[in-house]
């Protein structure tokens, strides 16, 4: 079983920057790919940022040019550099990482890691 795990969560004012980090606990080189999403209130999880084992970058439109998906030293670690927040980037934001377990791939999924911009 893996674990994921978040944190940088917080309260900031628009225009402010927050940086999420999120960690995997099992070989970087199992990794396929890992990515951020977030859910506000009422709405469905949606998908703000991957990076994928092999450096390549996807990111909402919402966030394109605000929002960077980084590797840490090792690639079982992501960082999500937000900034120019705005008070529609406030949501829970969750970390998943995409696994090779040799027989198969799997999904795991943080507990979530809320974040609020005020106005």
């Not at 996807?58 to 999500?80: M, Q």
Request: glycine residues 10%.
């Amino acid at each position: 079983q893996v674990q994921v795990e978040e944190s940088g969560g917080g309260l900031v004012q628009a225009g402010g920057s927050l940086r999420l980090s999120c960690t995997a606990s099992t070989s970087s080189n199992r990794i396929l790919y890992m990515a951020w999403y977030r859910q506000a209130p009422g709405t469905q999880r949606e998908l703000v940022a991957q990076r994928t084992a092999s450096g390549r970058t996807s990111y909402a439109d919402a966030v394109k040019g605000r929002f960077t998906i980084a590797w840490g030293n090792a690639k079982n670690t992501v960082f999500l550099q937000m900034n120019s927040l705005k008070p529609e980037d406030t949501a829970v934001y969750y970390c998943a990482a995409q696994v090779d377990h040799d027989v198969g791939y799997h999904e795991y999924w943080g507990q979530g890691t809320p974040v609020t911009v005020s106005s």
